[in-house]
């Protein structure tokens, strides 16, 4: 049962454009929601988080959108540059049962043309 | 740098067999998390560590068991090797409080295990 999805696998935008990532997620025991990215021979660096008493937290050209009865979060990016290009997961952290979960989903891979 | 360290970095075995990999964690940070990348798939939680006690466990398989040493250090021990196994084992760590799971972790650059 996979409780984070991003459906999208890749996206491709070109230079200067918005890119928007989406994440949906099953389990309303999530309370914390976040981005990482992740390059190529690297490991995952956290990007942005966003608590469920929110519903958009905002750094620099990274926004990420909260919409708890969708289930559903997003990030967008403006303006999009070519060192954007990587790999995008989405996660969410929350406590079931008295133990805390992060979920990671499979990942969006973004190409930002120049 | 994210300041984790994994070794080894790529790693090439034969079914049946068994492998150790080490991570060192961000100076003062007292949890340590194993996870699993496979082809096509998102992070796999394996299990967290905080200051030498087991404090989670997600999708472990048996032949696998890992332990956080008094220098926190750890390591994960991977026997009976199967094709399958083959993936990307990350290690990550957090400076929250108490061993929480605030799910901000510093990830080091993964051990790439091959197994033939």
């Known amino acids: 049962d996979q409780q984070v999805k991003q459906n999208s696998p890749s996206l491709s935008v070109q230079e200067g454009r918005i890119s928007i990532l989406n994440c949906d997620y099953t389990?309303?025991?999530?309370?914390?929601f976040l981005w990482y990215k992740k390059y190529p021979a690297e490991g995952p660096t956290f990007l942005i988080s966003?608590?469920?008493?929110?519903d958009k937290n905002e750094d620099g050209r990274f926004t990420v959108f909260l919409n708890k009865s969708a289930k559903h979060l997003s990030l967008h990016i403006v303006p999009s540059q070519p060192g954007d290009s990587a790999v995008y997961f989405c996660?969410?952290?929350?406590?079931?049962?008295?133990?805390?979960?992060?979920?990671f989903g499979k990942g969006t891979k973004l190409t930002v043309n120049p | 740098d994210s300041g984790v360290t994994q070794t080894p970095k790529h790693l090439i075995t034969a079914t049946g067999q068994r492998v150790t990999l080490r991570c060192s964690p961000r100076?003062?940070?007292?949890?340590v998390y194993w996870y699993q990348q496979s082809l096509d798939q998102g992070l796999q939680f394996l299990i967290h560590?905080?200051?030498?006690?087991?404090?989670a466990k997600g999708n472990i398989l048996e032949r696998f068991s890992a332990q956080q040493f008094p220098d926190l250090h750890s390591e994960l021990n991977l026997s009976s090797l199967e094709l399958g196994d083959s993936a990307l084992y990350f290690c990550?760590?957090?400076?929250?409080?108490?061993?929480?799971?605030?799910?901000?972790?510093?990830f080091g650059e993964g051990s790439r295990l091959t197994v033939l």
């Open positions: 996660a969410a952290c929350g406590t079931q049962g008295g133990s805390e979960k992060l979920v």
């Open positions: 100076s003062g940070d007292l949890s």
């Open positions: 389990n309303s025991m999530f309370d914390y």
């Open positions: 990550a760590s957090s400076v929250a409080p108490s061993g929480v799971n605030t799910g901000e972790l510093f």
């Open positions: 966003i608590s469920s008493i929110k």
């Open positions: 560590y905080y200051n030498g006690e087991e404090r």
